[in-house]
């Protein structure tokens, strides 16, 4: 069964930095793209980038591009999401999901809320 | 980058009713890389249909995709209460791989 497991809830301060967690299970991790999205509080959801685990090769959405981090830990069948400054209009919840080749989000992750706050 | 709008924002209708929820793009989206995913209250997001139509694994043949080039439709034939979700559509035929803004499903 594919699974995908996400760590915990955060609350972090602005300008702390932060790395969350997402670990594949049931499927070759290698082989499939990881995406991340971004749901605010009340709002929709938006798509931040994709991680491809083999090569780590990596495409941001413009949005996204220079905000945040992705990397994987192909030992560890676990991609991340990470901040190196936080701020307060990152809170949101945060949803990994494995893309079927490059193109949908086939299954996802529980999510992670992030709550920045001073 | 492909901008999508969805209509109605919305959408509230009896059990056994008829559902058609669109979705339409600033441009043509590539080979019509589509896709619709049901969002209940605290959930994660679920895959219902990819390619404009093709349903994901497991779902009901209620729920049907079409479309083409800016213009697709998701429709629920005989709407049950548990469809009561956010509706949202993605296209994935370039990247940013955006998503609609939702359609809001209210069952009375």
Redesign the interface.
């Known amino acids: 069964e594919v699974q995908l497991v996400q760590s915990g809830a955060e609350v972090k301060k602005p300008g702390e930095s932060l790395k969350i967690s997402c670990k594949g299970s049931g499927y070759n991790f290698a082989g499939y793209w990881i995406g991340w999205v971004r749901q605010m509080p009340g709002k929709g959801l938006e798509w931040m980038g994709m991680i491809y685990p083999a090569d780590s090769d990596t495409t941001y959405s413009p949005s996204f591009q220079g905000q945040v981090t992705l990397s994987v830990d192909m030992s560890m069948n676990t991609a991340y999401l990470q901040w190196s400054s936080l701020k307060a209009s990152d809170t949101a919840f945060y949803f990994c999901a494995r893309l079927w080749g490059n193109y949908h989000f086939d299954y996802w992750g529980q999510g992670t809320l992030v709550t920045v706050s001073s | ?1 492909i901008a999508l709008t969805q209509s109605p924002g919305t959408l509230t209708l009896s059990p056994g009713e008829r559902a058609t929820l669109s979705c339409r793009a600033s441009q043509s989206v590539t080979s019509n ?1 589509v ?1 619709w ?1 049901q ?1 209940k209250p605290g959930q ?4 219902l249909m ?2 404009t139509s093709s349903r ?1 694994t497991g779902i009901p043949d209620r729920f049907s995709g079409s479309g083409s080039e800016t213009e697709f439709t998701l429709t629920i034939s005989r709407l049950e209460p548990e469809d009561i979700a ?1 509706y ?1 559509c ?1 296209q ?1 035929g370039s ?8 359609t809001k499903l209210e069952i009375k």
């Open positions: 980058e890389y896709a995913y969002q994660a997001p679920r895959l990819y390619g994901a956010v949202y993605q994935y990247s940013p791989h955006s998503f609609g803004p939702g």
